[in-house]
């Protein structure tokens, strides 16, 4: 049985979500959730079976129709309301968040993002459009926008509700019903909010939740003949596991949103240095350096390099790990300690292939945390794991370069694609970087997360397939289907 936990008075119980009914696993089981500010079990959710995922995927297959065939203002009016939902309740999202990933109060901005994706999706249904044409003589024809039928959603856990409602919002506002499984390193907000979704008036089967692991649930879902699109937010080993499966069973449309290993680059005449040591420090430790698109690697001109180095070290000394329920808190502990440890031999190899700036200590023996200090390497060889690998975690190198051409055959040198930076005055050679930078995003004169309200997101090569974003994510949901009409 799943255990319940209190945030601020308030007893929560996490359970699946089947067809519209809370319940407990099929066979019992439960896995725990580990609090990282101390290693304490925060709570015990249910582990979903292959079972619970079969028959939450037949509720989904049975309530699409009569979903479908609604209104499109009925459905989004169902978002609508689970936006506002989501805003009401931020405080007790941020707190099952804090106790399972470590986010701290103070940066939880996932709940206001979901909503804001909910509300967009509410009032999007009009752009649900086919074309017509009548350039085939003695024809009308047309395309059609329907749905795919049942949608799986699988999500990570660095901002488990945003991906929750981004994804299932784009699939529900087309006409399909979805699973969605979260991530088993924070499923506590993501259960929480599922028990939203009755409140806000979805019909039973329409919108399913489960936890779990990625076996059996998730990959259950990914082999599943009656899915018939898959959108999936993680890391690339798991996006190629997802994409096999789908080609071995009913090639399901599957969108992957990947990892990650941006670069940043400062030229010499960045316009204002200061900001861009602040920016570039931001995009390596918001999160404890746990996003996709962390600027993992930066590069600096090497006139400016020791002047930005020096002012970079002093910023990212400054960052205090803490307790994430503080509300002085600016940065919490690793999610867990499969990250911990992973993360410090990271910085274990790092010592061995560069020249360590600052931090380079995990803390877990004097405060049970899981915490890292903000680390900086510098003078990384190009082919060392440091520089090549997603680490996941608050940890940068700083490499020197002297020529535009070298600085983007370094920063191309990768098999990951998904954001980059670039710091200079210069607008032609602004654009010249953002055509031949390898990455789905290119930001200039800022750097991770910064990202425009209604741009396309994703991954170039090894970072992804698809876009995700607004219009961009309907897309993904929707089946087109050509219609020829003879004229007498
Ligand atoms: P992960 O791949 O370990 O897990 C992601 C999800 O996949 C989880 O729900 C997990 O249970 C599930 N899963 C694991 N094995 C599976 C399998 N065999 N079949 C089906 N599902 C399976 O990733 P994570 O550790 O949760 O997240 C971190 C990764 O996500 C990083 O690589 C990060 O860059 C990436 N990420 C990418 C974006 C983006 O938009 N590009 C955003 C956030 C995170």
Known sequence: MSTTVNVNGIEFQPKLLINGEFVEASDKATFNVINPLNGSVSCSVPEATEDDTNRAVAAAKAAQPAWAALDPTARGACLKKLASLLREHKPTLAHLEAISMGVPLTQYFHADIAAEELDYFSEAWPHIQGQSSINTPGYVTMTLRQPFGVVACIIPWNAPVFFFAVKAAAALITGNTVVVKSSEKAPLAVAFASTLITQAGFPPGVFNVLSGHGVPSGRCLARHMEVRALSFTGSSRTGKLIQEEAAKTNLKSVTLELGGKSP??????????????????????????????????????????????????????????????????????????????????????????????????????????????????????????????????????????????????????TEFGLYASVFTKDISRAMRMAKALESGYVAVNCSSPTQGRDLPFGGWKGSGQGREGKLYSMDHFMETKSVVIKLD
Request: net charge negative; charged share 25%.
């Open 264 to 413: 940043a680059i400062v030229f010499e005449d960045a316009p204002d240095l200061e900001a861009a040591v602040a920016a570039t420090v931001a995009g390596f430790t918001l999160n404890a350096g746990q996003f996709c698109i962390a600027n993992s690697r930066v590069y600096v001109q090497a006139s400016i390099a020791e002047k930005f180095t020096k002012a970079f070290v002093k910023h990212v000394s400054a960052i205090k790990g803490g307790d994430p329920l503080e509300a002085t808190t600016g940065m919490g502990p690793q999610a867990d300690e499969i990250q911990y440890k992973t993360i410090l031999s990271y910085i274990e190899s790092g010592k061995q292939s560069g020249t360590l700036a600052a931090g380079g200590n995990g803390k877990l023996d004097s405060t049970k945390g899981y915490f890292i200090e903000p680390t900086v390497f510098r003078d990384s060889p190009e082919d060392s794991k440091i520089v090549r690998e997603e680490i996941f975690g608050p940890v940068v190198n700083i490499n020197t370069f002297e020529t535009e051409e070298e600085v983007v055959a370094k920063a191309n040198d």
